[in-house]
């Protein structure tokens, strides 16, 4: 089955920094890439996401990059704040049998952003 | 939040007892799905269903059972819970069937004892 590789699992900056994490993924097949930001306590909410007919999308100051061929895919933040401060999760996604998608997550990286 | 409540929230029960969990959707997505969040181990997928008594195995599926009987409800069972299924459930749906994007709902904390 698929497997989705993240690096760093913490990850510390100063305030106006930026801040990349790293996911790598297995199944060729996989054709969507979300990422997920938890606060402590809630659930997860999509930040961005991307397509494998895409190699980059900005949304303001988070963006994310995909290389298909090396299969991995990057969430850039630029300008840190401290409410950017949670713990990120990237995802590979490929079609169930019935429809639907399939979701196999990252372990997750946390994010501190230090004033 | 896309419409979805999860109840109970929290949850303390006895290794042996039968648990069910609860998502409930108000806007009639065809796609739920049971997720299980972990440390160390991010989100794994348990069931999922593509419609009304049209349910299937995730990669956790064992010591997990799934009904849903109409649209907006899919139930997630664990039919005699063990300690290693402490761990905090998300439902989540898929907006719409052209679309991959999932939202979750606001997670069942179970802890077994």
Same mark, same amino acid.
């Given at each position: /089955?698929?497997?989705?590789? #993240?690096?760093?699992?913490?990850?510390?900056?100063?305030?106006?920094?930026?801040?990349?994490?790293?996911?790598t993924y297995s199944d060729s097949a996989s054709n969507y890439f979300p990422w997920?930001?938890?606060?402590?306590?809630?659930?997860?909410?999509?930040?961005?996401?991307?397509?494998?007919?895409?190699?980059?999308?900005?949304?303001?100051?988070?963006?994310?990059?995909?290389?298909?061929?090396?299969?991995?895919?990057?969430?850039?933040?630029?300008?840190? #704040?401290?409410?950017?401060?949670?713990?990120?999760?990237?995802?590979?996604?490929?079609?169930?049998? /019935? /429809?639907?998608?399939?979701?196999?997550?990252?372990?997750?990286? #946390?994010?501190?952003?230090?004033? | 939040d896309a419409g979805i409540t999860q109840s109970p929230r929290h949850k303390v029960t006895e290794t042996g007892t039968p648990v069910t969990l609860r998502c409930h959707q108000t806007e009639n997505h065809r796609y739920m799905y049971w997720y299980r969040q972990d440390p160390g181990h991010g989100l794994r997928l348990i069931h999922y269903s593509y419609g009304v008594k049209d349910t299937d195995k995730g990669e956790v599926s064992d010591g997990y059972s799934v009904s849903r009987s109409k649209t907006e409800d899919f139930l997630l069972t664990l039919e005699s819970a063990t300690s290693s299924q402490t761990s905090v459930y998300f439902c989540a749906i898929q907006l719409r069937e052209s679309s991959d994007t999932q939202y979750f709902g606001p997670g069942t904390r179970l802890t077994v004892l």
């Open positions: /089955g698929e497997n989705v590789e #993240q690096h760093p699992s913490t990850l510390s900056v100063q305030e106006g920094d930026s801040a990349v994490i790293k996911c997920y930001k938890q606060e402590l306590g809630k659930r997860p909410q999509l930040i961005i996401d991307i397509r494998s007919n895409v190699g980059e999308k900005k949304d303001q100051r988070i963006a994310v990059t995909l290389n298909k061929t090396a299969k991995h895919f990057s969430l850039h933040i630029t300008e840190t #704040q401290p409410e950017d401060s949670a713990v990120y999760f990237c995802a590979a996604s490929f079609i169930l049998t /019935g /429809g639907g998608n399939k979701l196999t997550f990252g372990t997750g990286t #946390q994010l501190k952003v230090e004033l | -």
